[in-house]
């Protein structure tokens, strides 16, 4: 019985050990995240969907920030929480015109891009056949709808633009 116990105090440690996905990222990459992000604060990083992907505040700018690297070190987003009121223009009219002013704002995320044109999420909640359920809707700069989704349990939106 014994012996039974210590298997399964291994398996549950392995099982454990296996799901963290925390890790210490290669010298050169931890210096190119730097460089790019030299006022970073609270930096930890993680491996996600086969990416290595720093969170991080960003003093000034954002206290929640993701920035995505390829494998190989190449940068391929951040992500930024914003307030409503840094939206560009062009989008907040975008969205006030098809949603009106007065619809509850969630959250509003900013996605830089390497080599793309920059993202913005809004995400709202509205009732959809009798059912409250979270819309997310995101923008170009220039205010143009490229996508509206409603969450599905499971899944975040910046995979989509990875």
């Known amino acids: 019985m014994r012996k039974m116990y210590i298997i399964m105090a291994m398996v549950v440690g392995l099982f ?3 799901c963290n996905d925390d890790f210490t990222p290669p010298a050169t990459l931890a210096e190119s995240f730097h460089n790019a992000y030299p006022n970073a604060v609270d930096v930890e990083w ?6 290595r992907v720093a ?3 960003l ?11 390829t494998k190989s070190g190449n940068w391929v987003l951040t992500e930024y929480a914003i307030s409503y009121s840094e939206l560009p223009d062009e989008v907040r009219s975008a969205f006030e015109s098809a949603w009106g002013t007065q619809t509850p704002v969630d959250s509003v995320r900013w996605i830089e891009r390497n080599g793309a044109e920059d993202v913005y999420f809004i995400e709202i909640e509205q009732v959809e056949d009798g059912v409250l359920v979270d819309v997310y809707l995101d923008y170009s700069p220039d205010g143009e709808l490229l996508r509206r989704w409603v969450e599905v349990d499971n899944y975040d939106n910046v995979y989509y633009y990875l």
């Open 16 to 18: 454990a050990v296996g």
């Open 46 to 51: 993680e491996r996600e969907r086969g990416h």
């Open 55 to 57: 969170e991080f505040k």
């Open 59 to 69: 003093p000034g700018v954002s206290n929640d920030c993701e920035a995505w690297f």
